[in-house]
């Protein structure tokens, strides 16, 4: 760079009045992440990371009432702040590096807060194959569409109702509420709905949407089996599969051995030969299947 220049090393008997200093080099101090949305819960804590600077920090927050600063080991004080919540309202977290010259400070924004609604994310209707499991993803928040990270869910005392007991919950360990995912598995056929409950610190409790469930048996073309002689046609069926919001489409591997028509499973034989006729069921429970046929 124009009017910098750099020196090359010497020895310092050569140069009996020389001195020297040690310079480093750190990247910008940064908090990771710069705001978050904490559930007021005794046992909830939250990491803040700390990016670059040195490791000569002070922590401080300037509302000793909403949360509580956490120091970690040494080992880990260049790394992370730890804080817990006190109390509902917003607090500023600030990390000053004092090892720097000259220091330099960097903060993050921690808002304590009950959760006012919480979501299943699903669509409003679903179908399960009998026998199988299914998995979905919870999702709390507040009104200002601000989300609590998916750790802070298990302290929510989240619980699962069933209108039916068609269909159960997969129980993960022995807890005193859900976390953030449940997977129901279908035991029976039918229809219910399902939907989860949380409890605020206040100890209201906030239900999410309502989630429609079909249990449907497994899907199969009938006959599974058909011989037919070039020039005949037959209709075929499908049984079992989902129903809510559901649709057959039909279809030949071999279009020169048999036709199918797409939406009503009407074949038609062509010439003598074996095809597979494959069903596909499009809808909230999509699945595929094939029957051989013979001619």
Not at 56 to 75: C, E, M, T, Y
Not at 95 to 122: C, E, F, H, Y
């Amino acid at each position: 760079m124009d009017g910098y220049r750099s020196l090359p090393l010497f020895k310092t008997s050569d140069f009996p009045l020389a001195d020297a200093v040690r310079l480093q080099l750190v990247s910008t101090l940064k908090i990771d992440p710069e705001f978050s949305l904490v559930f007021f819960h005794p046992d909830v804590k939250v990491d803040l990371s700390i990016i670059g600077g040195s490791c000569f920090l002070d922590a401080a927050v300037n509302d000793s009432r909403v949360v509580d600063l956490i120091q970690p080991s040494d080992g880990l004080r260049c790394m992370r702040v730890t804080v817990a919540p006190k109390g509902l309202g917003t607090a500023v977290i600030t990390i000053k590096d004092i090892g720097l010259t000259p220091p330099l400070a960097t903060s993050s924004l921690v808002q304590v807060s009950d959760l006012d609604w919480i979501r299943i994310n699903s669509p409003e209707e679903i179908s399960i194959m009998e026998g199988s499991s299914q998995s979905f993803d919870l999702i709390a928040g507040v009104d200002d569409g601000s989300v609590f990270d998916s750790s802070q869910l298990a302290y929510m005392n989240i619980h699962l109702h069933v209108e039916s007991p068609i269909i159960n919950l997969i129980e993960d360990g022995d807890k005193s509420g859900l976390g953030s995912n449940i997977i129901i598995k279908a035991k029976h056929l039918g229809v219910t709905t399902f939907h989860v409950s949380a409890r605020q610190h206040s100890g209201r409790e906030v239900f999410s949407q309502t989630v429609k469930v079909e249990v449907y048996e497994a899907p199969r073309i009938h006959p599974e089996d058909i011989f037919l002689v070039p020039g005949a046609y037959f209709v075929l069926t499908l049984k079992g599969g989902p129903t809510m919001g559901a649709f057959v489409e039909y279809g030949s591997y071999d279009n020169g051995t048999a036709a199918i028509h797409q939406s009503t499973g009407r074949l038609f034989a062509l010439s003598p030969g074996n095809t597979t006729i494959v069903a596909t069921v499009f809808g909230n429970g999509d699945c595929h299947l094939s029957g051989i046929w013979y001619s």
